[in-house]
Structure formats: structure tokens, C-alpha cells
């Protein structure tokens, strides 16, 4: 038990990734507020581990409501040791036809959402003074380009951001890592057409998708003390797609 006594915040935690990493947490003792826009889903998807987990409805890109989210983990659990900013969205918009909200929605969640959650993580965490481990999602996109533009900005501003607040945090014990995925069978890939599908596995050195465990596997080893002397990185999990 790698989690045991330790308080986590998983953002996106309804389905895909940020499901199997609550499951994985729990399972090595951690005690896990799940959140997501979708409350349904994280009904659906995670009633059986019972008193484990808080489930809270969270717009991890609106401010007052990752605030309101924060709060309540406070008062349920009254700590907190992790934060795992996995909620994200992506979209297929070419570069010239872009509209404008839909740049200003993905960068939105995906890096304006991360900054909220890390920001108010790291103010509860420092107040229980026992450090901490926050946990970036990104996304190999970043680093290949293989993805569209505003989904590599954001992911590649999650990366900055993790560097950022890594030095700015490390007095506190309070340790900052992207995670970045390769394509990961999970609801976000099922829009992707065959085709593209196809060319993506091609550029996979291992030859398929990662599974989510694989991505909850990584979380784990980055939430405990394993990874205890590691801050700032960028740990990659992508079938050798590229490297880092
Ligand atoms: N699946 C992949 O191939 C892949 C590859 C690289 C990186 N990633 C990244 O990994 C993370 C998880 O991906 P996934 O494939 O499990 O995604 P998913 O689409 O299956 O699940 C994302 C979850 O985030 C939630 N969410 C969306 N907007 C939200 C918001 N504003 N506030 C709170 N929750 C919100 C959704 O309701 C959903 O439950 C994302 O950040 C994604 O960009 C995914």
C-alpha cells in the first residue's frame, strides 16, 4: 500500500484515465475526492469503492468552482497530498478554421484548469505542512506535434507550468510532474476515424494503445515517495513514440 493516509484530488475522474487512476489510488489506501464536470458519470463509474471516495461536481476551468471543490476536501477529509490534474479535452479543429472559443475552451481546461487546481492544491497542501505530489496530465502531442493546435499548446503550457511552479514549490516538499501519454484506449480516442487511427499506431515503436493502467501505474509511482527525489520532469508513457 503506496497511498496509505494520503489524500488525493483527481481531476476528470468519471471515466478513461482519470477513472483507472481512482481506482488505483484507492486500491494503494489513498482516500480520493473525484471530480468532474460530469457528476453522472462519476456516480456511474465509481459507486463501489464507497467511502474511499468524494465524489464532486468540478468545472476544473472555472476558478470559484475548483475553490468550491477544494473546500469540500477539506472539510471531508480535512487534508490533502495529491493533485492529479487529468481533466482535458481535445477537439479536430485545423489550425485556419479554428474558432475562437474553441481555442479559448481547450487551453480553458487543459491549461487554465491545471494552473486552478495546482494553485488551490498547493494552498492546502502547505497549510497541512506534510508536502505533497502534484501530477500534470500532458500529452506526447506536445513534443511530436501530432495533434491539433490548440490541444498541443495547452499540453505543451502544461509542461512550462510544471517547471514553473516545480522551483517555485520544492521549498514546501511539495514536488511537480507532467505525466505524458502516447494514444491511451480511453472515450476521448473513440472519435478518432480509423484512418487516423491507423497512421497513429504506425508511429508507435510498441505497436498498439497504452492502457489506462499503464497511465495509473506511472500516477502511482509519481503520487508516493518512490519518486520522491524527482520534480520538474516530464515522464513519458507512449510506447516510444517519442523521447523526451
Ligand atoms: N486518451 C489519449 O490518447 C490521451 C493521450 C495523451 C494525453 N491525454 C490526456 O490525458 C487526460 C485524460 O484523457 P482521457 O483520454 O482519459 O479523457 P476522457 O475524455 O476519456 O475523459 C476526460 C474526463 O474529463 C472530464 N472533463 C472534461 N472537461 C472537464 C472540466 N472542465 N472540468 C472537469 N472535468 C472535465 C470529462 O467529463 C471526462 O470524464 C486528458 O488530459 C487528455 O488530454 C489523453
Not at 471530480?35 to 468524494?54: E, P, Q, R, T
Not at 506535434?145 to 505543451?156: D, F, Q, R, V
Request: glycine share 14%.
Amino acid at each position: 500500500m503506496k497511498l496509505q493516509n494520503k489524500v488525493a484530488f483527481v481531476t476528470g475522474a468519471g471515466q478513461g484515465m482519470g477513472q483507472a487512476i481512482v481506482r488505483r489510488f484507492v486500491a494503494e489506501g489513498a482516500k480520493v475526492v473525484a471530480a468532474d464536470i460530469n457528476l453522472a458519470s462519476l456516480k456511474d463509474g465509481l459507486a463501489d469503492l464507497g467511502d474511499s471516495v468524494l465524489p464532486v461536481e468540478c468545472n476544473v476551468g472555472d476558478s470559484a468552482s475548483v475553490s468550491a471543490a477544494m473546500a469540500a476536501t477539506e472539510q471531508h477529509f480535512g487534508r490533502l497530498d495529491i493533485v492529479v490534474n487529468n481533466a482535458g479535452v481535445g477537439g479536430l479543429d485545423s489550425f485556419l478554421e479554428t474558432p475562437d472559443e474553441s481555442w479559448q475552451r481547450v487551453i480553458g481546461v487543459n491549461l487554465t484548469g491545471t494552473f486552478f487546481c495546482a494553485r488551490e492544491g498547493a494552498k492546502l497542501m502547505i497549510k497541512g505542512g506534510q508536502g505533497g505530489s502534484i501530477i500534470n496530465l500532458s500529452s506526447t502531442s506536445a513534443l511530436t506535434g501530432e495533434g491539433p493546435n490548440h490541444y498541443c499548446a495547452s499540453k505543451a503550457g502544461v509542461m512550462g507550468l510544471t517547471r514553473g511552479i516545480a522551483r517555485e514549490l520544492a521549498s514546501q516538499g511539495i514536488r511537480v510532474n507532467t505525466l505524458v501519454p502516447g494514444p491511451t484506449n480511453t472515450p476521448m480516442m473513440a472519435g478518432i476515424p480509423d484512418e487516423m487511427m491507423k497512421d497513429l499506431l504506425k508511429g508507435v515503436p510498441l505497436g498498439r494503445l497504452c492502457e489506462v493502467d499503464e497511465i495509473a501505474a506511472v500516477a502511482v509511482f509519481l503520487a508516493c515517495e518512490d519518486s520522491s527525489f524527482m520534480t520538474g520532469q516530464n515522464v513519458a508513457v507512449n510506447g516510444g513514440m517519442s523521447f523526451i
